[in-house]
């Protein structure tokens, strides 16, 4: 599973505030316990200086020092769990209460993630992707083919095929994606379907529409006061280990968008760091409307895949409105 430092940090930061919440959650019930149940800790300052007396014993010889030391300590357990019991108190009321026991709220076991910290990439993952409640509907448990028929069918089937081995390979193998064609034809879902399984598998994946993400780009180069809280979004867009940028063409194009699509695309290629774009304009639209580098770029290191047939979004509409 990958993340970028600042999404690795901020699962630390949980971490590290659960194990001071439960810190402060023990001082606060010792307190309770030293305060209102007589004797206990008398019993706890017994422990260490019966501690204290078998190592100076087990230093001069003395062999049976060590099981001594167990004996007293298990019937000083027994005594302070009595007392906690005739408080009303659970035994355990001084144990650490963690969130997670199997790790302790360390979020590793030995040198191997936690389970827990597993659970936490993957919802962290969702939710800084972008379209969490997206990927509820549009994934390949939802996909149908029902919509197509023809040429169109053979399209979609190809894409489809693509998608998968994309994401089988992705781990071994670079590679970046190219969907483009008309309307509503399953350009985005496919993107969507990608998206949901490379996250189920630990991946980090962000999606911007176009629009939004120029709009980004713009604020991070030009509002110089909120630059420092937009840096970290911003470095993930060049880390992020898929990036998605849906409905290129859809966003106000200019001098600064292709030549921030460029380096957006090129830093990505020279990192080998995968991208899929889908796009509602043709290849000959693509080129006339930005530059020949990125005209380039793509046709050159991206899979194309054309999706063609009737608007899916129209045609679900129409039938919603028949019943």
């Known amino acids: 599973m990958s993340l970028t430092n600042t999404q690795y940090n901020t699962i630390i930061r949980d971490y590290e505030n659960r194990q001071l919440n439960s810190r402060h959650d023990l001082e606060r019930k010792t307190a309770y316990v030293y305060d209102n149940i007589p004797g206990y800790r008398d019993l706890e300052d017994t422990v260490a200086s019966l501690s204290v007396a078998c190592g100076k014993k087990y ?3 003395d062999e049976h020092a060590l099981q001594e030391l167990h004996e007293n300590l298990a019937e000083i357990a027994a005594r302070k769990a009595a007392l906690l019991k005739s408080a009303g108190l659970p035994e355990d009321y001084l144990k650490p209460a963690y969130i997670c026991p199997d790790c302790q709220d360390t979020g590793y076991i030995g040198p191997e993630k936690c389970h827990c910290f597993r659970q936490a990439m993957t919802t962290l993952l969702y939710e800084q992707s972008n379209i969490r409640e997206m990927l509820q509907s549009e994934n390949f448990q939802t996909l149908s083919y029902e919509y197509y028929e023809g040429e169109h069918l053979s399209h979609f089937k190809n894409a489809v095929t693509t998608c998968r081995n994309f994401i089988k390979n992705f781990n071994s193998d670079y590679h970046n994606l190219f969907f483009y064609g008309t309307v509503g034809t399953g350009k985005s879902f496919l993107s969507n379907c990608i998206a949901k399984e490379l996250i189920e598998s630990g991946h980090c994946v962000i999606y911007f529409s176009a629009s939004s993400l120029f709009d980004m780009l713009s604020k991070y180069s030009f509002d110089y006061k909120n630059k420092e ?4 979004r911003y470095q993930d867009l060049y880390e992020c280990d898929l990036l998605i940028i849906d409905d290129l063409g859809t966003e106000l194009t200019n001098q600064f968008v292709a030549s921030q699509l460029f380096s957006l695309l090129n830093e990505r290629h020279m990192g080998k760091r995968a991208t899929v774009i889908s796009t509602n304009l043709s290849l000959e639209e693509l080129r006339n409307r930005y530059s020949d580098r990125i005209f380039s770029r ?3 290191h991206y899979e194309i895949c054309k ?8 045609y679900k509409k129409r ?3 028949r019943k």
């Open 229 to 232: 809280e937009q840096r970290e």
């Open 59 to 61: 230093l001069e010889g």
């Open 319 to 321: 039938l919603q409105n």
């Open 307 to 314: 999706l063609t047939g009737p608007d899916i979004r129209m």
């Open 298 to 300: 793509i046709t050159s």
